[in-house]
């Protein structure tokens, strides 16, 4: 990988990145973007189409197929629970892993929420993903408190950082990655290929959403005789 001020990397130092051992039953939590009502939307947000985000919920697939059992997805824009509610309620029984896309738009929203996060589960690992860390990767790692920022797509590149995480991987082969080491010198790995065939996705985890069904709201679609 291509590195900032890189030291010798010690890899089996790595896996203190994670509080315990990442097993197949550990918590998993997964949000969606982490928006609140001041985000660019603003007025319109209540008349803005909202649905399930598909990328998230095909990881969670992703993640079944690979035995892991405990995976939970939290959409943030639907929730009656304030933010700190929720921090609080995951600092309870911290996950093993923490999840969040990052959207261009709403970028310092996002990095103020990690920071919230971070705030009551310090020893959680949060890796960040979507089409701002596409863009902006390096920015990410260096300006939040997140620990890993994917710069692909995240269905596989998921269960590879889990398998680094329990240290069963080494962090450096991991495509896409982008990370501090125990140095906390930022890591850039070689980038991962993007997929051209659908196929190879699994259909999204739309079990997960449940308690949010009544929340989505459909694309209006207007038709002209």
Same mark, same amino acid.
């Given at each position: 990988?291509?590195?900032?001020?890189?030291?010798?990397?010690?890899?089996?130092?790595?896996?203190?990145?994670?509080?315990?051992?990442?097993?197949?039953?550990?918590?998993?939590?997964?949000?969606?973007?982490?928006?609140?009502?001041?985000?660019?939307?603003?007025?319109?947000?209540?008349?803005?189409?909202?649905?399930?985000?598909?990328?998230?919920?095909?990881?969670?697939?992703?993640?079944?197929?690979? /035995?892991?059992?405990?995976?939970?997805?939290?959409?943030?824009?639907?929730?009656?629970?304030?933010?700190?509610?929720?921090?609080?309620?995951?600092?309870?029984?911290?996950?093993?892993?923490? /999840?969040?896309?990052?959207?261009?738009?709403?970028?310092?929203?996002?990095?103020?929420?990690?920071? /919230?996060?971070?705030?009551?589960?310090?020893?959680?690992?949060?890796?960040?993903?979507?089409?701002?860390?596409?863009?902006?990767?390096?920015?990410?790692?260096?300006?939040?408190?997140?620990?890993?920022?994917?710069?692909?797509?995240?269905?596989?590149?998921?269960?590879?950082?889990?398998?680094?995480?329990?240290?069963?991987?080494?962090?450096?082969?991991?495509? /896409?990655?982008?990370?501090?080491?125990?140095?906390?010198?930022?890591?850039?790995?070689?980038?991962?290929?993007?997929?051209?065939?659908?196929?190879?996705?699994?259909?999204?985890?739309?079990?997960?959403?449940?308690?949010?069904?009544?929340?989505?709201?459909?694309?209006?679609?207007?038709?002209?005789?």
């Amino acid at each position: 990988g291509v590195g900032l001020e890189l030291p010798k990397l010690d890899e089996a130092n790595l896996s203190t990145l994670a509080s315990n051992e990442v097993s197949k039953t550990t918590k998993i939590v997964l949000f969606s973007a982490l928006v609140d009502s001041t985000d660019s939307r603003g007025v319109f947000k209540s008349m803005s189409p909202k649905l399930p985000p598909i990328g998230v919920l095909s990881m969670a697939s992703t993640l079944k197929a690979n /035995g892991y059992t405990n995976v939970e997805f939290i959409d943030i824009d639907c929730e009656k629970r304030s933010f700190d509610e929720i921090a609080k309620d995951l600092a309870c029984d911290p996950p093993g892993l923490i /999840g969040v896309s990052i959207y261009t738009n709403m970028y310092f929203s996002t990095r103020e929420r990690i920071a /919230g996060l971070k705030r009551y589960l310090p020893d959680t690992p949060i890796v960040t993903g979507g089409p701002h860390a596409i863009l902006e990767g390096l920015r990410i790692i260096q300006e939040t408190e997140a620990d890993f920022v994917c710069t692909g797509e995240g269905e596989f590149f998921i269960v590879e950082l889990l398998e680094a995480l329990s240290g069963r991987k080494e962090f450096i082969t991991i495509k /896409g990655l982008i990370y501090r080491d125990e140095n906390n010198k930022i890591v850039e790995n070689d980038p991962r290929d993007l997929q051209d065939d659908l196929d190879v996705f699994p259909m999204p985890n739309y079990d997960l959403t449940k308690r949010y069904l009544h929340d989505y709201r459909p694309v209006p679609i207007l038709f002209k005789n």
